[in-house]
């Protein structure tokens, strides 16, 4: 018995239609196959391809032959699955919800249950690309920055998912919350590291996204007010919740003395959300004698991040560790625009960022604030 795949180039090429083996007896029967190639000779470009099968309740289990086309066939799947929900955050760390969706719409960190106003939003984005911390982080060397291996499989994922695209179409997607929308886009490898940047902040500054976008100085005699109430809230417990995200995890490791199988288990329980763009993904990704690993992933994230091989299992928690490193410091008499550290008065910087905005005419507005930081 055979199963029917489509094979389909990342370069654009009309669907082939090819023959896949039945599956396994052990494995469960195989809906849906796809088979995505990328390259053509002359072109520069070396062959990517994947295949994709779907077992009985849709899960992808991809194949290639190396890293880069594994990313390339995790995009084209997920792509499949829900597109509209990563195509949004591609927005969102683009700093753009404000153009496409209004300034005054809100904008949902599902991952920690914050939600800001797109606007806020869309200047605290802007500013991290101002102040190029995704570009910087990428120009360090491992471990600082990305192992080639992330490198390539981050450039796999791009074309992946624009393949998918090309294929699809943006006015023929499946789902009809973002069919035909002009915010769905081909992708960047900068789109991909933002995303995963707005993954590392989750339980750190992706808390108060607001207070940084809307922060202004004031005056000594304001901040020491301030100060005090902030003193009596700290003492109080009131607002830290805000700094302390409700969310936690746990995992068990079982020995062999406590199966029934003598084998030893890993129980994950994360507890992230069951929709938006951090629930998890499942996968089942494996390179022929080089890997062979199941297990979920978040969205946009071409890795296994809790799961398994043959011979290892794994999770990770949520600690209860504080993510923040409060620095209190005064402000130099009468300018509150700089700052005293050991007796020396230093400036702020002060980083503008503009935001394009939708207005009620179907135009755009321009809309640019000061992003005012220090040393630390």
């Not at 990770?316 to 005064?330: D, S």
């Amino acid at each position: 018995m055979a199963k029917v795949v489509g094979r389909v180039s990342l370069l654009g090429v009309v669907a082939l239609l090819l023959a896949l083996p039945a599956a396994p007896a052990s494995a469960a029967p195989a809906t849906t196959a796809a088979k995505p190639a990328e390259g053509a000779k002359g072109k520069g470009k070396r062959v990517l391809e994947a295949t994709i099968r779907r077992t009985k309740f849709g899960i992808p289990h991809i194949r290639a032959r190396n890293v880069k086309g594994l990313a390339a066939g995790y995009a084209y799947a997920f792509a499949e699955d829900d597109i509209c929900t990563i195509a949004n955050e591609y927005v969102t760390v683009s700093g753009e919800r404000s153009k496409y969706f209004g300034a005054d719409g809100e904008w949902t960190f599902s991952g920690n249950g914050s939600t800001f106003d797109n606007l806020d939003a869309d200047v605290y984005f802007k500013w991290a690309i101002a102040q190029r911390i995704v570009p910087d982080l990428l120009a360090q060397k491992p471990p600082l920055g990305p192992k080639r291996g992330v490198r390539k499989g981050v450039a796999g994922y791009v074309r992946g998912y624009n393949a998918y695209l090309r294929e699809v179409g943006v006015d023929k997607l499946p789902d009809p919350a973002c069919r035909g929308a002009d915010w769905v886009r081909p992708i960047r490898k900068i789109d991909v590291y933002r995303r995963f940047f707005q993954l590392g902040i989750l339980a750190s500054s992706g808390a108060v996204i607001d207070g940084i976008a809307t922060a202004e100085p004031s005056s000594p005699r304001l901040a020491a007010g301030q100060e005090q109430r902030q003193t009596r809230m700290l003492e109080q417990g009131e607002g830290l919740e805000r700094l302390q995200p409700q969310i936690g995890s746990n995992a068990y490791g079982l020995g062999a003395e406590a199966t029934r199988t003598g084998k030893g288990m890993v129980l994950g329980n994360p507890h992230f959300p069951w929709d938006g763009s951090e629930r998890l993904y499942q996968t089942h990704l494996t390179i022929p004698g080089r890997l062979n690993v199941a297990g979920g992933s978040l969205n946009g994230v071409p890795l296994v991040l809790i799961g398994h091989t043959r011979g290892l299992a794994w999770s990770h928690t949520v600690a209860t560790a504080w993510r923040f490193t409060p620095f209190q410091l005064t402000l130099a008499p009468d300018d509150p625009y700089s700052y005293v550290v050991d007796g020396e008065v230093r400036p702020m910087t002060a980083t503008e960022v503009s935001v394009r905005a939708a207005n009620d005419g179907g135009g755009l507005d321009t809309v640019t604030r000061t992003i005012y930081s220090t040393e630390y």
